[in-house]
């Protein structure tokens, strides 16, 4: 009972590492002692030591070493074909054949990350129903990569599914609410539909403020979008009588949400990132439009 306690501890502290602070590293380590305290009570092949994989996949992936990922997500499922057999769908399949997804859909294999999805999609509507948030999250997925392979009507219909979903479990105030409603405007944003875009993306922050917070990156990107639709917005306006008034007033929420995006990069990771510099950048085109 006390090995299982310390199993099921070491287990629970890397996902606080990996979920609360970003800490990969301590969140692996911690992981790969889990899995050998498991594998030597246990042997390779228990149900618990799927968890632990998919766990570790998952920081793998947040460290881009997506063929360690693959490697721990493939295992995992494994095991649960090994325990419960090719022909009794089980829902951890659905997980982890969608985290498996996600790999070949950050890999730009956008055909074969499709069949993953609508496989997890499978496992998890016989196994937790059509409605259930695992469905959504899956639903949302597939969306992006229609959106990647310019199939912006598929992705929009398959995003409006997964907010169904949410709605329904949760609420119209739940954080992947908002971050489905943000997929949401940059589907309509490449079908040039802006101002469309730009309503979904208001929402999408107002959301992810109060479910979030004023200091979270995915804030942050919401954020970024929204200067980018209304410089779209402005872009537009050029050339339209009666437009003088709303284009500064684009500009100015431009520059308000560029700030706001810069402000939250600089926190996270510092001044001298990447991303800090492009806002920096964007914010000098904004300030300077009127004079190119």
Do not use: W
């Not at 489905?180 to 993306?201: P, V």
């Not at 922050?205 to 004023?214: E, K, M, N, T």
């Not at 990069?265 to 510099?277: M, R, S």
């Amino acid at each position: 009972m006390k090995k299982k306690k310390t199993r099921i501890y070491l287990t629970n502290i890397g996902d606080i590492y990996r979920k609360q602070q970003s800490d990969f590293t301590t969140a692996e380590a911690t992981y790969k002692e889990a899995l050998s305290s498991l594998e030597k009570s246990f042997g390779p092949n228990h149900i618990e030591i799927a968890e632990v994989l998919n766990s570790m996949g998952l920081v793998l992936k947040k460290r881009a070493d997506y063929s360690g990922a693959e490697i721990c997500y493939k295992r995992a499922i494994q095991i649960v074909y090994d325990t419960f057999g090719h022909d009794q769908e089980h829902y951890k399949l659905g997980i982890y054949y969608n985290n498996l997804a996600d790999l070949d859909r950050k890999r730009n294999r956008f055909q074969e990350a499709l069949k993953l999805y609508q496989r997890a999609l499978t496992a998890i509507e016989k196994t937790l129903g059509s409605e259930h948030s695992e469905a959504a999250e899956i639903l949302h997925n597939i969306g992006q990569v229609q959106h990647q392979l310019e199939n912006y009507k598929e992705a929009i219909d398959y995003i409006n599914r997964a907010l169904v979903i949410i709605k329904k479990e949760f609420s119209t105030k739940h954080y992947k609410y908002g971050m489905f409603l943000n997929s949401l405007g940059l589907a309509y944003a490449m079908l040039e539909e802006y101002q469309t875009a730009y309503e979904h993306m208001k929402d999408a922050l107002q959301i992810l403020l109060s479910a979030l917070g004023s200091g979270h990156i995915e804030v942050c990107d919401v954020y970024a979008n929204l200067g980018d639709v209304c410089m779209k917005l402005v872009a537009e306006s050029n050339g339209k009588t009666g437009k003088a008034i709303d284009k500064q007033v684009k500009l100015d929420e431009a520059k308000k949400y560029y700030t706001e995006a810069q402000r939250i990069v600089q926190a996270t990771f510092g001044a001298e990132h990447t991303k800090a510099k492009q806002f920096m950048s964007l914010l000098f085109i904004v300030e300077n439009y009127n004079s190119f």
